[in-house]
């Protein structure tokens, strides 16, 4: 189960927005973490560890920059939710273990809500609306709750399954 509060974001969030090209030269993602989404007042001033961002479609669009997934999870991002996902981005961000979830609504949650995320539902604990997400395929759920693929492989490695 994740919970949260809600972090809002629009349609065709890109990767130079979570973390600006500039900032790229920083020698590690410690360093470029607190440029995360520097030019979105929401994320600056309200953001807390823990919380979930929530967005509309295409969520991650533009190169295929790790480094964008990895200063959200450094900062504390317990999940991002969004209509969609753009494919690198959601394949890095699993990578790394970073719960991604689809829902086809996320667009109807407000800022600041209350969200709790419990198997293949979604519940607004502010509105109390209820939400269907596509539940992660199994193997991909592993990776992720393994903390990445690194860990997730390393596990497999020393239970003889690699």
Request: include cysteine; proline fraction near 6%.
């Given at each position: 189960?994740?919970?949260g ?55 991650g ?75 992660l ?26």
């Amino acid at each position: 189960m994740i919970q949260g509060k809600s972090i809002t974001f629009g349609n065709n969030i890109d990767t130079d927005q979570i973390i600006g090209a500039q900032h790229l030269i920083l020698p590690s993602i410690a360093g470029m973490a607190p440029f995360a989404f520097e030019h979105h007042d929401n994320f600056t001033t309200r953001f807390t560890p823990g919380d979930i961002l929530v967005a509309g479609e295409n969520f991650g669009c533009g190169s295929s920059r790790e480094q964008a997934p990895a200063v959200l999870k450094h900062r504390g991002v317990a999940a991002v939710v969004a209509r969609s996902f753009a494919r690198i981005f959601f394949r890095n961000a699993i990578n790394l273990g970073l719960p991604l979830i689809v829902c086809a609504q996320a667009a109807e949650i407000g800022e600041l809500a209350g969200i709790t995320i419990n198997g293949d539902r979604l519940c607004d604990e502010t509105t109390g609306r209820q939400y269907g997400i596509e539940p992660l395929p199994p193997f991909i759920a592993e990776i992720v709750a393994s903390g990445g693929i690194v860990p997730f492989l390393r596990r497999k490695r020393l239970s003889g399954l690699v």
